[in-house]
């Protein structure tokens, strides 16, 4: 694998950018002082802010551009809910205990590591260069030191075999493997007990009677589903639409690791949008984005083993069926918007379709928008045709109507047999029998009535099962029963529709931008590399540094005052007026990634002048204020760029002198 | 009490109200379709709009206006927070069990109910009128069915005065009162159990093991005092300052009711301003808003059996010490300001003031701003001032510094006794004892050590008890150790910051706020009283309804190209090209709150013109397209009334007629 590097073209230095998010408190483990939890993060002012500018980005984006109908559903979720939709009894992992120290092992990282230890050993005994491998974050595990030892030739590609397809064993399949390749705790050597399914949701019981189980969800969509009936009341009947939900949800990780990528408690936004399964999953906007390039490793390429990407117009994808339906892409490329939109490096963004066997139990097709860390390819936003599954399911379970009756502007003419029961000669017939045998009769489906059709034509009557009765069946004469084929003409239909959901994992992108917006300005000195956050404008936490000169009397109401007009103009910014030189106080905010900073001197007394400088390039322009906020606003609103305004306003260099001394 | 009018003063019709906030989806029961959950509700499209604007302004009335540090904390909390916080041991309610049917009571409601209804009896038997008691929401409890019967007068007044001081009783005594009067559950007549405490918060295990105990917060602030030390640090060692959080709560009430007021998950806005004891809790920005008009209900009146409110200047209630300090009233101007910005009716807003025996565990001092509903007074706001409580008992607790260094620009000098030991003759003398006889010295307090120095002086020598040691105690002599009065220069203090808390329940004033929005426009044809919802326009879920004004083909691209236009303005617009009539697309608008409607017609296909509607008005004016976006701009964003715009633009006439007679 190449080593990764940043948007400048340095080595990816994973520890002084972790490093410097912690000591600019982007984020801070949870409860740090009694000790932490593992998989919990508390955000502190620039994460938050960062976060708030995903979010509303987002909703711009997607909700108000779309017209989504956005919902804020319940967390805490009755069991009956997740026991429908699969979750109660699906969503596990496989858990082994550690009989010596009660340490609970993930079943497949055990085998995992233990396998790869043992091929590391081995490569070693033969002398071969032992490669860093690509590390999938969702399932990092500790690493295990490796025991130089050479295996037998057949073993080691038994071990590659399992390897490649860790994901696909269950429980009982892991247990096998641990006792046949005798995997052990690495910490204690002790055999761990077999695999048992642990169940990722938090449980809690609501209420004071202690009976109500109920459980913090998972994701979002549930409460989406839930309310499939009235929102399409809302939306006045009209199909397509969309939901939309953006809140916390929470997995029980066995033991979470990677930072913000593992976490037990997460920021999602999720649609889902409701489509007319038939008629192709068409979507009216995809002209607009049909000729949108993204970068695709669709399932064919993965399963030849190979993860060669290739960009293609999403157009193309959709007519040569590597993406199902144009829904599907539409969405695949307004989530490629999205995350151009918000400062991804588009070089590290690509789309990985699901295989198969890794599909939750409710797709039909999936496709990854995976962002390149130095943690490996991360799965950022899910995009999934979830099908009918959950409106069916739910309907089943509670009998509410989650269905689309759609009016028909051209009727339908189906040719049906259709069933006429003279009832009042076949109560009298089959007198307390009646009611049962009527129903075995509506209950017939096509081919059964065609049959019996033609046994009435050849035998003028047909003999049907009748379980709940006592003679078991019952003969049925054409005085009874008459069978026909007919025009029967439909003014309406109704279907369940399929969900095509899109579902953005806030925190990883929010993680995975910051490395892609990471890297270090070397200072001339020879000094410690100084840590820069590119961020686009409007993603930046902060958008001005106000920096008054010095401590002088005289800039404090300035500083004061140009920080009310930004908040006018709905412009976030912080005054710095420490001590400290101009050049230690843009540093710091190179590192918090605020986006430009207004130096305010001796020259801004007098004439009203300030310093605008901006962060990535560290050049600076000069104007009245009135110009410089103006400038600003543009570039936070996206209409102009830096280079825009370098073009426009008299360039300054003197305080750049001091800012290098700094 | 008087009865409670809208706006325009009518009757309050909370149950036609109600009705149309379901029909138009502005929340809903969640799991409605799963029989539902007792006090879980889900926002649909409107509630969940209003929501986020709710929360946008207040990010920039609070958190932008004033330089706060946001953050985003886990909600998944582990249990040694809450013991130390005292959540764990006190933030219950009592409960009792009936033994017939397994139901769970709460206590204090229980009581209050059969007392109630036993008083009404009382009445109705004497012959006097019953009026409906000023319900609180917040003990909302079943209404009991009154039995006709005359009391004793002593008896009359035992119960009168049980009532008063209803929430005053902890668990035994009100299983005291359960015993004395008789007092059983009226659905079956069974006598409850003992109350036991029930604790409100949600319980949950964390990670695999089943040992790690943990809580859903029952509040935000918590996270914000844990992480005390980084955000001081993050705000370069500057106080005062103040951390802020946007985030939901949970709270297991044992049977929630009366709608959105008192349900078990919801959204939370938490200020922690942290100040320093001393000097009087100032305030910088307090001149900014001392001439501010608050109404104000306090303890004094209360006490004295009033509710009698009166208005007063927070600059003159902190004056008078009604208020006890600057930064509590600064805040409570703040919110005052808050509540007018998003449309609160004033008239039906006051700031009630805790009595001491019902201020939370932690309190020192505390202000509610209430919001009058048709259940009552309802707390909207906690604005409490928290002390050094639970930046107190964590660092106790977990020994992490979660104080203020403050370097002093005057040092401060103080007279001390000091005790200098000889180290080289000390350790020789005592042997093996040296180290307890000298830590023991160390330990003593001023008074003790004025004694000693004049011991040392009259005597040469001092007996001190040291408990660790053979003889129990040591005696020590002057060779051995000074003890000197002197004086002492202190360049710098240490303190734990007190802590102001405004505390918004953003779902009570969502619900308050509708509340204080909603009127009815009686139809001139006598039908059904039409709702509207009278939120002003930075508030309404949708700012824009486009109107086309019939399926004409011609009209759809002009609408969707405004939609678009509206967007790029940051403005949220819904087109309605249904068939139905223009009336009946306003009227479904109004019960929504959408401030605007633009209709779209045949001379708009001409000359480019349209029509703009206002909600409460229904008075119409008419122009070229983008001074009508312009003038929707500038009323979204407060710079102008409609009555300015009115004042512009041409009125227009025709299409009202349409509107009547939808």
């Given at each position: 694998?190449?080593?990764?590097?940043?948007?400048?073209?340095?080595?990816?230095?994973?520890?002084?950018?972790?490093?410097?998010?912690?000591?600019?408190?982007?984020?801070?483990?949870?409860?740090?002082?009694?000790?932490?939890?593992?998989?919990?993060?508390?955000?502190?002012?620039?994460?938050?802010?960062?976060?708030?500018?995903?979010?509303?980005?987002?909703?711009?984006?997607?909700?108000?551009?779309?017209?989504?109908?956005?919902?804020?559903?319940?967390?805490?979720t009755?069991?009956d809910v997740f026991k429908t939709s699969g979750h109660v009894d699906k969503f596990?992992?496989?858990?082994?205990?550690?009989?010596?120290?009660?340490?609970?092992?993930?079943?497949?990282?055990?085998?995992?590591?233990?396998?790869?230890?043992?091929?590391?050993?081995?490569?070693?005994?033969?002398?071969?260069?032992?490669?860093?491998?690509?590390?999938?974050?969702?399932?990092?595990?500790?690493?295990?030191?490796?025991?130089?030892?050479?295996?037998?030739?057949?073993?080691?590609?038994?071990?590659?075999?399992?390897?490649?397809?860790?994901?696909?064993?269950?429980?009982?399949?892991?247990?096998?493997?641990?006792?046949?390749?005798?995997?052990?705790?690495?910490?204690?050597?002790?055999?761990?007990?077999?695999?048992?399914?642990?169940?990722?949701?938090?449980?809690?019981?609501?209420?004071?009677?202690?009976?109500?189980?109920?459980?913090?969800?998972p994701e979002?969509a549930q409460?989406?589903f839930l309310?499939?009936?009235?929102?399409?009341?809302?939306?006045?009947?009209?199909?397509?639409?969309?939901?939309?939900?953006?809140?916390?949800?929470?997995?029980?990780?066995?033991?979470?690791?990677?930072?913000?990528?593992?976490?037990?408690?997460?920021?999602?936004?999720?649609?889902?949008?409701?489509?007319?399964?038939?008629?192709?999953?068409?979507?009216?906007?995809?002209?607009?984005?049909?000729?949108?390039?993204?970068?695709?490793?669709?399932?064919?390429?993965?399963?030849?083993?190979?993860?060669?990407?290739?960009?293609?117009?999403?157009?193309?994808?959709?007519?040569?069926?590597?993406?199902?339906?144009?829904?599907?892409?539409?969405?695949?490329?307004?989530?490629?918007?999205?995350?151009?939109?918000?400062?991804?490096?588009?070089?590290?963004?690509?789309?990985?379709?699901?295989?198969?066997?890794?599909?939750?139990h409710y797709?039909?097709?999936?496709?990854?928008?995976?962002?390149?860390?130095?943690?490996?390819?991360?799965?950022?936003?899910?995009?999934?045709?979830?099908?009918?599954y959950d409106?069916?399911v739910h309907?089943?379970k509670?009998?509410?109507?989650?269905?689309?009756?759609?009016?028909?502007?051209?009727?339908?003419?189906?040719?049906?047999?259709?069933?006429?029961?003279?009832?009042?000669?076949?109560?009298?017939?089959?007198?307390?029998?009646?009611?049962?045998?009527?129903?075995?009769?509506?209950?017939?489906?096509?081919?059964?009535?065609?049959?019996?059709?033609?046994?009435?034509?050849?035998?003028?009557?047909?003999?049907?099962?009748?379980?709940?009765?006592?003679?078991?069946?019952?003969?049925?004469?054409?005085?009874?029963?008459?069978?026909?084929?007919?025009?029967?003409?439909?003014?309406?239909?109704?279907?369940?529709?399929?969900?095509?959901?899109?579902?953005?994992?806030?925190?990883?992108?929010?993680?995975?931008?910051?490395?892609?917006?990471?890297?270090?300005?070397?200072?001339?000195?020879?000094?410690?590399?100084?840590?820069?956050?590119?961020?686009?404008?409007?993603?930046?936490?902060?958008?001005?540094?106000?920096?008054?000169?010095?401590?002088?009397?005289?800039?404090?109401?300035?500083?004061?005052?140009?920080?009310?007009?930004?908040?006018?103009?709905?412009?976030?910014?912080?005054?710095?007026?420490?001590?400290?030189?101009?050049?230690?106080?843009?540093?710091?905010?190179?590192?918090?990634?605020?986006?430009?900073?207004?130096?305010?001197?001796?020259?801004?007394?007098?004439?009203?002048?300030?310093?605008?400088?901006?962060?990535?390039?560290?050049?600076?322009?000069?104007?009245?204020?009135?110009?410089?906020?103006?400038?600003?606003?543009?570039?936070?609103?996206?209409?102009?760029?830096?280079?825009?305004?370098?073009?426009?306003?008299?360039?300054?260099?003197?305080?750049?002198?001091?800012?290098?001394?700094?």
């Amino acid at each position: 694998m190449a080593t990764l590097t940043t948007r400048t073209g340095q080595t990816m230095d994973r520890q002084g950018m972790e490093s410097m998010l912690r000591r600019r408190m982007f984020y801070t483990p949870a409860f740090e002082i009694y000790g932490g939890v593992a998989g919990l993060y508390d955000y502190g002012p620039p994460g938050c802010a960062l976060q708030a500018n995903l979010i509303e980005t987002w909703r711009k984006h997607f909700v108000l551009e779309e017209d989504m109908l956005e919902v804020d559903c319940s967390v805490v979720t009755p069991h009956d809910v997740f026991k429908t939709s699969g979750h109660v009894d699906k969503f596990a992992d496989w858990m082994c205990k550690d009989p010596k120290n009660g340490e609970n092992l993930r079943a497949d990282h055990l085998v995992e590591a233990v396998l790869e230890a043992r091929l590391e050993g081995d490569k070693k005994a033969r002398g071969e260069e032992v490669q860093d491998k690509e590390v999938d974050p969702k399932k990092k595990k500790k690493k295990v030191s490796a025991e130089v030892k050479k295996l037998d030739d057949a073993l080691v590609k038994e071990y590659e075999e399992v390897l490649a397809q860790i994901d696909n064993y269950d429980g009982d399949a892991l247990g096998g493997l641990i006792k046949k390749y005798d995997i052990r705790n690495p910490a204690t050597g002790a055999e761990p007990s077999p695999p048992r399914p642990f169940n990722l949701m938090f449980q809690t019981t609501i209420g004071p009677s202690g009976k109500d189980h109920g459980y913090l969800r998972p994701e979002t969509a549930q409460g989406q589903f839930l309310n499939f009936a009235k929102l399409l009341e809302f939306n006045m009947q009209n199909m397509p639409f969309a939901s939309a939900s953006i809140g916390k949800s929470y997995r029980n990780e066995i033991s979470p690791r990677a930072g913000l990528l593992r976490v037990r408690e997460f920021l999602m936004a999720e649609i889902e949008h409701f489509v007319d399964p038939e008629g192709g999953k068409k979507h009216p906007r995809f002209p607009e984005v049909e000729n949108l390039e993204l970068t695709l490793l669709d399932k064919h390429t993965q399963l030849s083993g190979q993860t060669t990407t290739r960009k293609i117009t999403i157009g193309q994808a959709v007519k040569d069926k590597v993406v199902d339906n144009e829904t599907l892409g539409y969405f695949m490329a307004r989530i490629h918007l999205y995350l151009e939109r918000v400062g991804a490096d588009m070089s590290k963004v690509r789309f990985r379709q699901h295989m198969a066997n890794e599909m939750a139990h409710y797709a039909c097709d999936c496709w990854d928008a995976e962002m390149q860390t130095s943690y490996g390819w991360i799965e950022c936003v899910g995009c999934a045709d979830r099908s009918a599954y959950d409106l069916t399911v739910h309907q089943k379970k509670t009998g509410a109507p989650l269905i689309v009756r759609q009016v028909l502007t051209t009727p339908i003419v189906e040719q049906l047999w259709v069933v006429d029961i003279d009832r009042k000669k076949f109560g009298p017939h089959f007198k307390k029998d009646g009611k049962l045998v009527a129903e075995a009769i509506e209950a017939l489906d096509e081919p059964q009535l065609a049959k019996f059709a033609k046994d009435l034509e050849d035998q003028g009557s047909f003999t049907i099962d009748v379980p709940g009765i006592a003679a078991g069946n019952a003969t049925v004469g054409k005085d009874l029963v008459k069978i026909e084929y007919k025009s029967i003409t439909k003014h309406s239909r109704e279907y369940t529709p399929n969900v095509i959901e899109p579902s953005f994992g806030i925190g990883r992108i929010l993680y995975s931008l910051i490395e892609h917006s990471f890297w270090t300005r070397g200072t001339e000195g020879g000094d410690e590399a100084r840590g820069v956050l590119s961020f686009p404008p409007a993603m930046a936490p902060t958008k001005v540094l106000i920096v008054p000169l010095s401590k002088n009397e005289e800039f404090s109401p300035i500083a004061r005052k140009m920080g009310h007009k930004l908040r006018q103009m709905g412009i976030s910014s912080r005054v710095d007026d420490s001590g400290a030189s101009i050049g230690k106080r843009y540093s710091r905010n190179d590192e918090l990634g605020t986006a430009f900073g207004i130096t305010i001197d001796f020259q801004t007394v007098k004439d009203g002048s300030v310093t605008l400088r901006e962060r990535d390039s560290t050049r600076q322009v000069r104007a009245d204020e009135s110009r410089i906020l103006e400038a600003v606003q543009s570039m936070v609103n996206g209409s102009k760029s830096w280079k825009d305004v370098e073009g426009e306003l008299p360039k300054f260099e003197t305080q750049e002198l001091e800012i290098r001394e700094a």
